[in-house]
């Protein structure tokens, strides 16, 4: 008698926790706006309308009548669009500050209390309407902590709130390149050189072992220094740094594990040999010769602008030594005639920013750099919409507003394509379905710095 009384309320509780469920999942939203833009068109639709159940968009389009016993929410004069997604972000790192005081921080903070600052990183970064972002690197000097890794976990159990994402763990790099954690410090300070397992590897062998260790460890995307950088000390700006022998295998290895390729590259003879071994995408891409922008054109490779970074570097030169100061303006000067061209010769571009060179969650400032740099609205926003999703290789995920694409929706104040700056104005954030924003955000964009974050000079 007891027993059979314990069953029966176990399966009233079963019953009661399966109408819960299949009530959430069946709930539908209907999300309306002045306008929507669908990720891949060539002009907004008036009067734009999602419909959201669960987790999915189940209509989209101009005057679409709404189902009865839906929940509506009407956003006004504001436009609909896709989720937008940033290529190239660091969640785990902050650079935004002074230079040598952040190089300081890094040795001196525990990485637990570092990862704990990524989640804040990672909610304005969502909340600014980017819900979904490739993480192209994040590493501690002397630690072998993924901490992207367990960002991006943490956010797809609903721990943490945050965008999807794609991360690469370390990145993979030359000894004394780019993504050399030790280089600038004194000699053997750590006690010994990195290696595959911290992402540097010489030879075609040895990036084989490291393309395969970051997937091991979760890499969703394998990144790569194929050239200096800017705010790195031992190397110069765009000199090659791995050879087209090393390069073949790290595409080879990547595409064999079903990975896309990502290449830190400022140099034009880098980015050369790099898109002729077959990566996915170039990021920065600042000193690129017409040329090797046909050779991408002709071979689909995509650029990633990141014109964030220098825009911010430039605009706070103080912050950096003056090795630093140097490299940045050589580029600062060479990317915007690059990108010109880009546009021009129609090469395909995915918007990316670089986030952590400035601080988290003002992403959307791409938008007008690229549109003063001669790109139509329309086209800068699919640069962050359905070009994005193209280069992720999760297109048919989301990345647009269509019946049955994943529910990432945000709404922005105003008309984007009259006023590109609309975009840094989102008002409502949706990632798969559920409110993540809707009116002001939950906390001004993170300085770690403790700076208020300044607006950044036009170009
Ligand atoms: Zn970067």
Same mark, same amino acid.
């Given at each position: 008698?007891?027993?059979?009384?314990? @069953? +029966?309320?176990?399966?009233? &509780? &079963?019953?009661l926790a399966l109408a819960i469920t299949v009530q959430a999942a069946d709930k539908t939203i209907v999300l309306k706006a002045a306008r929507l833009f669908d990720g891949k068109s060539k002009a907004l639709v008036q009067n734009g309308v999602v419909i959201v159940q669960g987790n999915k968009i189940v209509d989209v389009g101009g005057n679409l009548s709404e189902p009865g016993d839906a929940q509506v929410i009407d956003l006004g004069d504001a436009t609909l669009s896709p989720g937008f997604m940033d290529g190239h972000t660091h969640l785990t790192l902050d650079f935004s500050g002074n230079y040598n005081e952040r190089r300081l921080k890094e040795v001196d903070l525990n990485v637990s209390e570092q990862a704990i600052m990524a989640t804040k990183h990672a909610r304005a970064t969502v909340e600014a309407g980017f819900t979904t972002v490739r993480d192209l690197g994040s590493r501690f000097v002397g630690s072998k902590e993924m901490v992207d890794v367990a960002l991006r976990n943490s956010i797809n159990k609903g721990v943490i709130v945050g965008p999807r994402m794609l991360v690469a763990?370390? #990145?993979?790099?030359?000894?004394?390149?780019?993504?050399?954690?030790t280089s600038g410090f004194r000699d053997m300070l750590f006690g010994r050189e990195p290696d595959f397992s911290d992402g540097i590897a010489d030879g075609p062998d040895a990036i084989r072992k490291a393309v395969r260790f970051e997937v091991k460890n979760g890499a969703d995307v394998i990144k790569a220094a194929v050239s200096g950088g800017v705010l790195s000390l031992a190397d110069e700006v765009d000199t090659p740094q791995l050879t087209p022998a090393e390069m073949a295998a790290l595409v080879d290895e990547s595409h064999r594990l079903r990975k896309k390729v990502a290449v830190h590259c400022h140099g034009d003879q880098a980015a050369k040999e790099a898109v002729e071994a077959g990566v996915d995408s170039i990021e920065h891409g600042s000193f690129l010769k017409p040329e090797? @922008?046909? &050779?991408?054109?002709?071979?689909?490779?995509y650029l990633t602008p990141t014109l964030m970074a220098t825009e911010w570097i430039l605009g706070k030169i103080d912050n950096y030594p003056p090795a630093l100061q140097a490299k940045?303006?050589?580029? #600062?000067?060479? +990317?915007?005639?690059?990108f010109r061209n880009a546009v021009k010769m129609g090469v395909k571009i995915s918007f990316g920013t670089d986030a952590a060179v400035f601080p988290h969650g003002q992403n959307a400032k791409e938008f007008k750099l690229m549109v003063d740099l001669g790109m139509p609205a329309i086209d800068a926003l699919k640069t962050a919409t359905g070009n994005a999703a193209d280069l992720f290789g999760i297109a048919q995920k989301t990345g647009t507003l269509e019946k049955g694409k994943l529910a990432d929706v945000?709404?922005?104040? #105003?008309?984007?394509?009259t006023d590109i700056t609309a975009t840094e104005r989102v008002s409502f954030v949706m990632k798969e379905g559920k409110i993540i924003r809707n009116g002001p955000p939950s906390s001004a964009p993170v300085a770690e710095s403790g700076e208020t974050p300044v607006e950044i000079p036009a170009d």
């Amino acid at each position: 008698m007891k027993s059979s009384t314990a @069953l +029966r309320s176990i399966l009233v &509780l &079963l019953a009661l926790a399966l109408a819960i469920t299949v009530q959430a999942a069946d709930k539908t939203i209907v999300l309306k706006a002045a306008r929507l833009f669908d990720g891949k068109s060539k002009a907004l639709v008036q009067n734009g309308v999602v419909i959201v159940q669960g987790n999915k968009i189940v209509d989209v389009g101009g005057n679409l009548s709404e189902p009865g016993d839906a929940q509506v929410i009407d956003l006004g004069d504001a436009t609909l669009s896709p989720g937008f997604m940033d290529g190239h972000t660091h969640l785990t790192l902050d650079f935004s500050g002074n230079y040598n005081e952040r190089r300081l921080k890094e040795v001196d903070l525990n990485v637990s209390e570092q990862a704990i600052m990524a989640t804040k990183h990672a909610r304005a970064t969502v909340e600014a309407g980017f819900t979904t972002v490739r993480d192209l690197g994040s590493r501690f000097v002397g630690s072998k902590e993924m901490v992207d890794v367990a960002l991006r976990n943490s956010i797809n159990k609903g721990v943490i709130v945050g965008p999807r994402m794609l991360v690469a763990t370390f #990145g993979i790099g030359a000894t004394g390149g780019h993504f050399d954690p030790t280089s600038g410090f004194r000699d053997m300070l750590f006690g010994r050189e990195p290696d595959f397992s911290d992402g540097i590897a010489d030879g075609p062998d040895a990036i084989r072992k490291a393309v395969r260790f970051e997937v091991k460890n979760g890499a969703d995307v394998i990144k790569a220094a194929v050239s200096g950088g800017v705010l790195s000390l031992a190397d110069e700006v765009d000199t090659p740094q791995l050879t087209p022998a090393e390069m073949a295998a790290l595409v080879d290895e990547s595409h064999r594990l079903r990975k896309k390729v990502a290449v830190h590259c400022h140099g034009d003879q880098a980015a050369k040999e790099a898109v002729e071994a077959g990566v996915d995408s170039i990021e920065h891409g600042s000193f690129l010769k017409p040329e090797t @922008l046909t &050779l991408m054109k002709n071979k689909g490779t995509y650029l990633t602008p990141t014109l964030m970074a220098t825009e911010w570097i430039l605009g706070k030169i103080d912050n950096y030594p003056p090795a630093l100061q140097a490299k940045a303006k050589a580029a #600062g000067a060479a +990317r915007s005639e690059m990108f010109r061209n880009a546009v021009k010769m129609g090469v395909k571009i995915s918007f990316g920013t670089d986030a952590a060179v400035f601080p988290h969650g003002q992403n959307a400032k791409e938008f007008k750099l690229m549109v003063d740099l001669g790109m139509p609205a329309i086209d800068a926003l699919k640069t962050a919409t359905g070009n994005a999703a193209d280069l992720f290789g999760i297109a048919q995920k989301t990345g647009t507003l269509e019946k049955g694409k994943l529910a990432d929706v945000i709404a922005m104040a #105003g008309d984007p394509t009259t006023d590109i700056t609309a975009t840094e104005r989102v008002s409502f954030v949706m990632k798969e379905g559920k409110i993540i924003r809707n009116g002001p955000p939950s906390s001004a964009p993170v300085a770690e710095s403790g700076e208020t974050p300044v607006e950044i000079p036009a170009d």
